[in-house]
């Protein structure tokens, strides 16, 4: 464990939750379970639409909108710009994209073995994964967005908290 803590220093996460929630930062503002019930209902807008090509795109574009915003932020915040900061980017989208992988190369080794069950819970793991890591990007640019608009980081999701709840109360 050691090793991996030292690890993730190198990238400036100063223990393994620091790093999570870097992976998942809905997590900060209780709002994963919100985003990975609308990220199931994705799953079942693709098995009709056929939008799986479109997640691609948009995370594709969320990669490049929150490196873009994290950069802007940074420089309205004074930090400087570093390796260090761009590896983290890097690695996120590294982590990301290996769990998009694994999950669609399972769900092609299980349709070609005809091992139906399977091949539809990987395709559909790998639908939702690539749902829920748009859907955490988009909180994180919405955090970025906060800053470069001279908020607190929080104020736009809390206000779409906000709105969420007055919506489903």
Not at 98 to 123: C, E, G, R
Request: proline share 1%; glycine share 6%.
């Amino acid at each position: 464990m050691n090793h991996l803590i030292r690890l993730l220093r190198t990238f400036d996460f100063h223990d393994v939750t620091a790093f999570g929630e870097s992976l998942v930062p809905s997590h900060r503002y209780g709002s994963t379970t919100v985003l990975m019930i609308f990220c199931a209902i994705w799953v079942s807008i693709d098995k009709v639409f056929g939008l799986d090509g479109a997640a691609f795109i948009a995370l594709g574009m969320v990669f490049f909108a929150e490196l873009t915003t994290g950069v802007v932020a940074a420089h309205i915040r004074g930090e400087t710009i570093s390796s260090v900061k761009l590896s983290r980017f890097s690695l996120k989208v590294a982590c990301y994209l290996v769990m998009i992988a694994v999950s669609y190369l399972m769900a092609q080794s299980f349709t070609n073995h005809k091992d139906d069950v399977a091949a539809v819970a990987f395709n559909g793991m790998h639908i939702f994964l690539v749902a829920q890591i748009v859907m955490e990007n988009i909180v994180s640019i919405l955090e970025n967005l906060a800053v470069i608009n001279g908020k607190d980081k929080s104020a736009w999701i809390s206000k779409i908290q906000e709105k969420f709840n007055a919506l489903i109360n």
